[in-house]
Protein backbone atom coordinates (compact mmCIF):
# COMPACT_ATOMS: atom_id res chain seq x y z
CA UNK A 1 0.00 0.00 0.00
CA UNK A 2 1.86 3.65 -0.99
CA UNK A 3 1.83 5.93 1.73
CA UNK A 4 0.08 9.52 1.26
CA UNK A 5 3.17 11.95 1.89
CA UNK A 6 0.32 14.35 2.56
CA UNK A 7 -1.53 13.00 5.25
CA UNK A 8 1.50 10.59 7.17
CA UNK A 9 3.41 11.93 10.30
CA UNK A 10 6.08 13.96 10.02
CA UNK A 11 8.86 10.83 10.66
CA UNK A 12 7.41 8.94 8.81
CA UNK A 13 7.37 11.54 5.40
CA UNK A 14 11.24 12.79 6.34
CA UNK A 15 11.46 8.71 6.24
CA UNK A 16 10.12 8.61 2.94
CA UNK A 17 11.56 11.62 1.56
CA UNK A 18 15.16 10.15 2.77
CA UNK A 19 14.58 6.87 1.13
CA UNK A 20 13.38 8.28 -2.45
CA UNK A 21 16.07 10.90 -2.35
CA UNK A 22 18.97 8.33 -1.29
CA UNK A 23 17.50 6.05 -3.72
CA UNK A 24 17.39 8.03 -6.89
CA UNK A 25 20.16 10.86 -6.43
CA UNK A 26 23.20 9.01 -8.09
CA UNK A 27 26.70 10.23 -7.05
CA UNK A 28 27.64 12.24 -10.56
CA UNK A 29 24.17 14.00 -9.59
CA UNK A 30 25.55 14.80 -5.39
CA UNK A 31 29.01 15.76 -7.00
CA UNK A 32 27.75 18.76 -9.21
CA UNK A 33 25.79 20.08 -6.14
CA UNK A 34 29.00 20.20 -4.56
CA UNK A 35 31.21 21.71 -7.00
CA UNK A 36 28.52 24.71 -7.55
CA UNK A 37 29.73 27.77 -7.54
CA UNK A 38 26.75 29.73 -7.16
CA UNK A 39 22.92 29.36 -6.51
CA UNK A 40 22.80 27.76 -9.61
CA UNK A 41 24.25 23.73 -9.86
CA UNK A 42 25.01 22.60 -13.04
CA UNK A 43 22.65 22.53 -15.72
CA UNK A 44 22.85 19.69 -17.30
CA UNK A 45 22.48 18.26 -13.51
CA UNK A 46 19.94 20.55 -12.41
CA UNK A 47 17.54 19.51 -15.22
CA UNK A 48 18.32 15.66 -14.68
CA UNK A 49 17.23 16.25 -10.81
CA UNK A 50 14.07 17.98 -11.80
CA UNK A 51 13.22 15.63 -14.80
CA UNK A 52 13.42 12.48 -12.10
CA UNK A 53 11.53 14.45 -9.60
CA UNK A 54 8.69 14.97 -11.97
CA UNK A 55 8.36 11.40 -13.23
CA UNK A 56 7.59 11.03 -9.10
CA UNK A 57 5.40 14.35 -8.61
CA UNK A 58 7.93 16.13 -6.56
CA UNK A 59 9.21 18.71 -8.77
CA UNK A 60 7.26 21.36 -6.76
CA UNK A 61 6.49 20.81 -3.47
CA UNK A 62 4.83 24.00 -2.94
CA UNK A 63 2.11 23.93 -5.65
CA UNK A 64 -1.24 22.99 -5.30
CA UNK A 65 -1.81 19.75 -6.22
CA UNK A 66 -5.08 20.80 -9.05
CA UNK A 67 -1.71 22.54 -10.82
CA UNK A 68 0.62 19.39 -11.09
CA UNK A 69 2.26 19.99 -7.21
CA UNK A 70 2.58 18.13 -4.41
CA UNK A 71 0.10 20.41 -2.21
CA UNK A 72 2.37 19.98 0.82
CA UNK A 73 2.31 21.76 3.90
CA UNK A 74 4.94 24.36 4.79
CA UNK A 75 5.94 21.91 7.79
CA UNK A 76 6.65 18.70 4.78
CA UNK A 77 8.06 21.27 2.21
CA UNK A 78 10.77 22.46 4.93
CA UNK A 79 11.45 18.45 5.57
CA UNK A 80 11.59 17.93 1.93
CA UNK A 81 14.18 20.71 1.47
CA UNK A 82 16.02 19.48 4.01
CA UNK A 83 16.71 16.33 3.03
CA UNK A 84 17.37 17.13 -0.81
CA UNK A 85 20.36 19.48 0.99
CA UNK A 86 21.55 17.02 3.51
CA UNK A 87 21.79 14.45 0.66
CA UNK A 88 23.88 17.22 -1.55
CA UNK A 89 20.90 17.05 -4.21
CA UNK A 90 21.11 19.50 -7.19
CA UNK A 91 18.95 23.14 -6.23
CA UNK A 92 16.62 23.93 -8.52
CA UNK A 93 16.45 26.96 -10.31
CA UNK A 94 14.14 29.47 -9.22
CA UNK A 95 12.85 31.40 -11.93
CA UNK A 96 10.47 28.63 -12.63
CA UNK A 97 8.72 26.85 -10.02
CA UNK A 98 9.44 28.76 -7.35
CA UNK A 99 8.52 32.26 -8.82
CA UNK A 100 6.58 32.50 -12.17
CA UNK A 101 4.54 29.47 -11.35
CA UNK A 102 2.99 30.91 -8.62
CA UNK A 103 2.41 33.96 -10.33
CA UNK A 104 0.55 32.82 -12.90
CA UNK A 105 -1.69 30.64 -10.53
CA UNK A 106 -2.62 33.49 -9.16
CA UNK A 107 -2.67 36.28 -12.29
CA UNK A 108 -2.99 33.74 -15.09
CA UNK A 109 -5.74 33.77 -17.39
CA UNK A 110 -7.08 29.85 -17.88
CA UNK A 111 -5.09 29.43 -20.94
CA UNK A 112 -1.78 30.37 -19.40
CA UNK A 113 -2.25 28.53 -16.65
CA UNK A 114 -3.29 25.02 -18.46
CA UNK A 115 -0.60 25.81 -21.12
CA UNK A 116 2.36 27.03 -19.03
CA UNK A 117 2.07 24.99 -15.86
CA UNK A 118 3.10 21.91 -17.10
CA UNK A 119 5.59 23.06 -18.94
CA UNK A 120 7.47 24.43 -16.36
CA UNK A 121 7.05 21.39 -14.16
CA UNK A 122 8.17 19.00 -16.84
CA UNK A 123 10.96 21.19 -17.63
CA UNK A 124 10.11 21.82 -21.55
CA UNK A 125 9.96 25.36 -21.31
CA UNK A 126 13.21 26.84 -19.26
CA UNK A 127 12.19 30.67 -17.92
CA UNK A 128 14.69 33.79 -17.22
CA UNK A 129 13.98 36.62 -15.83
CA UNK A 130 13.81 40.16 -17.18
CA UNK A 131 13.78 42.73 -14.38
CA UNK A 132 16.90 44.84 -14.79
CA UNK A 133 18.44 47.26 -17.25
CA UNK A 134 21.22 48.88 -17.63
CA UNK A 135 20.03 51.77 -15.39
CA UNK A 136 17.30 49.87 -13.80
CA UNK A 137 18.31 47.93 -11.17
CA UNK A 138 17.87 48.68 -7.66
CA UNK A 139 15.66 51.20 -8.97
CA UNK A 140 13.21 48.69 -10.71
CA UNK A 141 10.64 51.44 -11.13
CA UNK A 142 12.47 53.39 -13.58
CA UNK A 143 12.96 50.47 -16.35
CA UNK A 144 12.89 51.91 -20.04
CA UNK A 145 11.87 49.07 -22.18
CA UNK A 146 8.83 49.42 -23.63
CA UNK A 147 5.82 47.77 -24.82
CA UNK A 148 3.75 49.68 -27.81
CA UNK A 149 0.27 48.07 -28.63
CA UNK A 150 -0.20 47.55 -32.39
CA UNK A 151 -3.54 45.34 -32.76
CA UNK A 152 -3.45 42.06 -31.35
CA UNK A 153 0.76 42.32 -29.98
CA UNK A 154 2.95 44.59 -28.31
CA UNK A 155 5.87 45.53 -30.22
CA UNK A 156 8.45 45.53 -27.92
CA UNK A 157 12.08 47.55 -27.65
CA UNK A 158 14.68 47.82 -25.09
CA UNK A 159 17.12 45.45 -22.89
CA UNK A 160 17.29 43.85 -20.30
CA UNK A 161 21.25 42.96 -18.26
CA UNK A 162 21.81 40.07 -15.38
CA UNK A 163 19.53 37.56 -16.82
CA UNK A 164 20.11 34.29 -15.47
CA UNK A 165 20.73 31.15 -17.95
CA UNK A 166 19.14 33.26 -20.39
CA UNK A 167 21.64 31.00 -22.37
CA UNK A 168 19.77 28.18 -21.59
CA UNK A 169 16.17 29.52 -21.29
CA UNK A 170 13.70 29.23 -24.33
CA UNK A 171 10.92 32.30 -22.54
CA UNK A 172 11.67 35.21 -20.70
CA UNK A 173 9.12 36.96 -18.06
CA UNK A 174 10.02 40.57 -18.74
CA UNK A 175 8.29 44.13 -16.98
CA UNK A 176 8.14 46.30 -19.71
CA UNK A 177 6.85 49.86 -19.65
CA UNK A 178 3.27 50.47 -21.59
CA UNK A 179 1.98 53.47 -20.09
CA UNK A 180 3.19 56.97 -20.29
CA UNK A 181 3.02 58.06 -16.87
CA UNK A 182 6.15 58.13 -14.64
CA UNK A 183 4.76 56.36 -11.66
CA UNK A 184 5.40 52.60 -12.09
CA UNK A 185 2.34 51.28 -10.70
CA UNK A 186 0.18 52.82 -13.19
CA UNK A 187 2.54 52.12 -16.77
CA UNK A 188 4.28 49.18 -16.04
CA UNK A 189 3.22 45.50 -17.37
CA UNK A 190 4.72 42.17 -17.08
CA UNK A 191 4.75 40.13 -20.23
CA UNK A 192 5.90 36.42 -21.13
CA UNK A 193 8.30 36.65 -24.55
CA UNK A 194 9.45 33.17 -26.52
CA UNK A 195 13.24 33.77 -26.74
CA UNK A 196 12.94 32.57 -30.28
CA UNK A 197 10.77 35.53 -31.56
CA UNK A 198 12.68 37.89 -34.42
CA UNK A 199 14.14 40.90 -32.73
CA UNK A 200 15.28 38.98 -29.75
CA UNK A 201 19.03 38.16 -29.10
CA UNK A 202 20.50 36.56 -26.15
CA UNK A 203 24.28 37.55 -25.53
CA UNK A 204 26.39 35.71 -23.04
CA UNK A 205 28.31 38.15 -20.11
CA UNK A 206 31.77 36.08 -19.67
CA UNK A 207 32.53 36.39 -16.22
CA UNK A 208 36.28 36.41 -14.85
CA UNK A 209 36.27 32.61 -14.19
CA UNK A 210 35.41 32.17 -18.27
CA UNK A 211 31.98 30.48 -17.23
CA UNK A 212 28.73 32.03 -18.32
CA UNK A 213 25.73 32.56 -15.99
CA UNK A 214 24.52 36.07 -17.19
CA UNK A 215 23.21 37.47 -19.84
CA UNK A 216 22.21 40.57 -21.50
CA UNK A 217 18.67 39.80 -23.31
CA UNK A 218 18.16 42.60 -26.80
CA UNK A 219 14.61 43.59 -27.88
CA UNK A 220 14.30 45.09 -31.25
CA UNK A 221 10.66 45.58 -32.88
CA UNK A 222 9.99 42.35 -31.08
CA UNK A 223 6.27 41.28 -31.74
CA UNK A 224 4.90 39.89 -28.60
CA UNK A 225 1.25 38.28 -28.63
CA UNK A 226 -1.28 40.50 -26.67
CA UNK A 227 -2.69 37.55 -24.82
CA UNK A 228 1.48 36.79 -23.58
CA UNK A 229 0.26 39.18 -20.63
CA UNK A 230 -0.29 38.65 -17.26
CA UNK A 231 -2.66 40.58 -15.28
CA UNK A 232 -3.47 43.89 -16.92
CA UNK A 233 -2.18 46.22 -18.97
CA UNK A 234 -0.47 48.90 -16.59
CA UNK A 235 -1.19 46.54 -13.28
CA UNK A 236 2.35 44.89 -13.64
CA UNK A 237 3.63 46.60 -10.96
CA UNK A 238 1.68 44.95 -8.86
CA UNK A 239 2.63 41.18 -10.48
CA UNK A 240 6.42 41.96 -10.20
CA UNK A 241 6.08 42.91 -5.85
CA UNK A 242 4.47 39.65 -5.27
CA UNK A 243 7.35 37.79 -7.40
CA UNK A 244 9.44 39.49 -5.59
CA UNK A 245 8.29 38.19 -2.75
CA UNK A 246 8.69 34.83 -3.66
CA UNK A 247 12.18 35.45 -5.01
CA UNK A 248 13.77 36.99 -1.73
CA UNK A 249 11.28 34.98 0.56
CA UNK A 250 11.05 31.80 -0.51
CA UNK A 251 14.46 29.89 -0.74
CA UNK A 252 14.64 28.54 2.77
CA UNK A 253 18.07 30.08 3.40
CA UNK A 254 18.33 28.14 6.49
CA UNK A 255 18.52 25.19 4.58
CA UNK A 256 21.78 25.83 2.75
CA UNK A 257 23.25 27.53 5.32
CA UNK A 258 22.76 24.47 8.09
CA UNK A 259 24.02 22.26 4.99
CA UNK A 260 27.52 24.74 4.20
CA UNK A 261 28.19 25.17 8.17
CA UNK A 262 28.10 21.32 8.69
CA UNK A 263 30.60 21.19 5.56
CA UNK A 264 32.79 23.49 6.85
CA UNK A 265 32.93 22.66 10.33
CA UNK A 266 34.29 19.25 9.21
CA UNK A 267 36.61 20.18 7.52
CA UNK A 268 37.87 22.46 10.13
CA UNK A 269 37.96 19.21 12.43
CA UNK A 270 40.33 17.53 9.19
CA UNK A 271 44.17 16.75 9.83
CA UNK A 272 44.66 19.49 6.60
CA UNK A 273 43.75 22.55 8.85
CA UNK A 274 45.85 23.34 11.46
CA UNK A 275 44.75 23.83 15.18
CA UNK A 276 45.78 27.44 15.03
CA UNK A 277 43.70 28.16 12.35
CA UNK A 278 40.75 25.97 13.09
CA UNK A 279 40.82 27.42 17.23
CA UNK A 280 40.64 30.86 15.20
CA UNK A 281 37.70 30.22 12.98
CA UNK A 282 35.64 28.44 16.07
CA UNK A 283 33.62 31.45 17.67
CA UNK A 284 32.57 33.15 14.40
CA UNK A 285 31.36 29.64 13.63
CA UNK A 286 29.67 29.54 16.92
CA UNK A 287 28.44 32.61 16.17
CA UNK A 288 26.89 32.18 13.09
CA UNK A 289 25.90 28.88 14.02
CA UNK A 290 23.53 30.62 16.05
CA UNK A 291 22.18 33.49 13.56
CA UNK A 292 21.54 30.49 11.58
CA UNK A 293 19.58 28.97 14.41
CA UNK A 294 17.34 31.90 14.68
CA UNK A 295 17.27 32.11 11.07
CA UNK A 296 15.50 28.89 10.91
CA UNK A 297 13.06 29.57 13.71
CA UNK A 298 12.23 33.18 11.72
CA UNK A 299 11.63 31.44 8.60
CA UNK A 300 10.29 28.33 9.88
CA UNK A 301 7.68 30.74 11.68
CA UNK A 302 6.68 32.81 8.30
CA UNK A 303 6.47 29.11 6.74
CA UNK A 304 3.81 28.47 8.88
CA UNK A 305 1.50 31.72 9.33
CA UNK A 306 1.28 31.64 5.41
CA UNK A 307 -0.09 28.01 5.39
CA UNK A 308 -3.56 29.97 5.19
CA UNK A 309 -2.66 31.76 1.72
CA UNK A 310 -1.54 35.17 3.66
CA UNK A 311 1.41 37.00 2.12
CA UNK A 312 4.80 37.50 3.27
CA UNK A 313 5.43 40.96 2.54
CA UNK A 314 8.72 43.12 4.00
CA UNK A 315 9.21 40.02 6.30
CA UNK A 316 10.98 38.48 2.57
CA UNK A 317 13.22 41.35 2.82
CA UNK A 318 14.46 40.51 6.39
CA UNK A 319 14.97 36.29 5.44
CA UNK A 320 16.61 37.38 2.09
CA UNK A 321 18.77 40.01 3.61
CA UNK A 322 19.63 37.55 6.89
CA UNK A 323 20.78 34.99 4.92
CA UNK A 324 22.82 36.30 2.16
CA UNK A 325 24.76 38.02 4.58
CA UNK A 326 25.61 34.69 6.99
CA UNK A 327 26.33 32.77 3.44
CA UNK A 328 29.08 35.19 2.83
CA UNK A 329 30.45 35.05 5.95
CA UNK A 330 30.62 31.46 5.45
CA UNK A 331 32.20 31.84 2.67
CA UNK A 332 34.99 34.05 4.00
CA UNK A 333 35.77 31.53 6.86
CA UNK A 334 35.81 28.26 4.29
CA UNK A 335 38.68 31.01 2.46
CA UNK A 336 40.39 31.38 5.86
CA UNK A 337 40.50 27.92 6.59
CA UNK A 338 42.16 26.82 2.88
CA UNK A 339 44.47 29.17 3.25
CA UNK A 340 46.33 29.96 -0.75
CA UNK A 341 45.15 25.94 -0.95
CA UNK A 342 41.71 27.79 -2.32
CA UNK A 343 43.42 29.71 -4.58
CA UNK A 344 45.04 26.94 -6.72
CA UNK A 345 42.38 24.96 -7.60
CA UNK A 346 41.31 24.85 -11.78
CA UNK A 347 38.65 26.13 -13.71
CA UNK A 348 38.06 22.33 -15.27
CA UNK A 349 37.65 20.93 -12.06
CA UNK A 350 34.88 22.54 -10.65
CA UNK A 351 32.72 21.08 -13.89
CA UNK A 352 31.30 17.75 -11.83
CA UNK A 353 31.92 16.25 -15.05
CA UNK A 354 35.41 16.65 -15.11
CA UNK A 355 37.57 13.03 -15.11
CA UNK A 356 41.42 13.77 -14.14
CA UNK A 357 43.96 14.56 -11.22
CA UNK A 358 42.52 17.41 -9.20
CA UNK A 359 44.77 19.73 -7.33
CA UNK A 360 42.33 20.40 -4.35
CA UNK A 361 43.03 19.14 -1.27
CA UNK A 362 39.40 18.23 -0.27
CA UNK A 363 36.12 18.34 -1.56
CA UNK A 364 35.67 22.06 -1.20
CA UNK A 365 37.62 22.70 -4.60
CA UNK A 366 34.96 25.25 -5.62
CA UNK A 367 35.31 27.56 -2.39
CA UNK A 368 37.52 29.89 -4.05
CA UNK A 369 34.84 30.55 -6.71
CA UNK A 370 31.77 30.00 -4.49
CA UNK A 371 33.34 33.21 -2.63
CA UNK A 372 33.70 35.33 -5.53
CA UNK A 373 30.22 34.30 -6.99
CA UNK A 374 28.76 34.89 -4.10
CA UNK A 375 29.64 38.36 -3.50
CA UNK A 376 26.80 39.05 -5.84
CA UNK A 377 23.98 37.54 -3.29
CA UNK A 378 23.40 41.55 -1.44
CA UNK A 379 23.19 42.83 -4.75
CA UNK A 380 20.43 40.49 -6.91
CA UNK A 381 16.81 40.33 -5.89
CA UNK A 382 17.35 44.17 -4.38
CA UNK A 383 20.53 44.85 -2.50
CA UNK A 384 21.29 45.08 0.96
CA UNK A 385 20.61 48.39 1.20
CA UNK A 386 17.28 48.41 -0.70
CA UNK A 387 16.08 45.55 1.60
CA UNK A 388 17.14 47.44 4.94
CA UNK A 389 14.99 50.63 3.68
CA UNK A 390 11.58 48.11 3.13
CA UNK A 391 12.50 46.43 6.39
CA UNK A 392 12.19 49.76 8.42
CA UNK A 393 9.25 51.20 6.55
CA UNK A 394 7.67 48.10 6.16
CA UNK A 395 8.55 46.11 9.60
CA UNK A 396 9.84 49.01 11.90
CA UNK A 397 7.67 51.44 10.72
CA UNK A 398 10.44 54.38 10.37
Not at 112 to 135: A, T
Not at 301 to 328: F, M, Y
Not at 373 to 397: C, E, W
Request: with cysteine.
Amino acid sequence: MKIDLSTCDLNTFRAEIESFVSSNLSSSLQQASRLATSIFCDFRAMMEWQKLLHSNGMAAPSWPSEFGGCGWDPERILIFREVCASFDAPQLTSMGIQMLGPIIMNYGTSAQKSELLPKILSGEDFWCQGYSEPSAGSDLGALSTKAERQGDFYVVNGSKIWTSLAQHSNKIFCLVRTGKEKSPKNSISFLLIDLDTPGVEVRPIVSLDGTVEQCEVFFTDAKVPVQNIVGEENDGWKVALSLLEHERGGASYYVGLRRKLELIKEYSESSLVSNIVSERCENELLDIEADVLSLTYLERGIAKSSEGGSRIGALSSLTKLIGTELGQKLDEISLSLRGRDALVVMEHEVDPYYVGESSACDKGAAAFNSYINNRASTIYGGTAQIQRNIIAKKILML
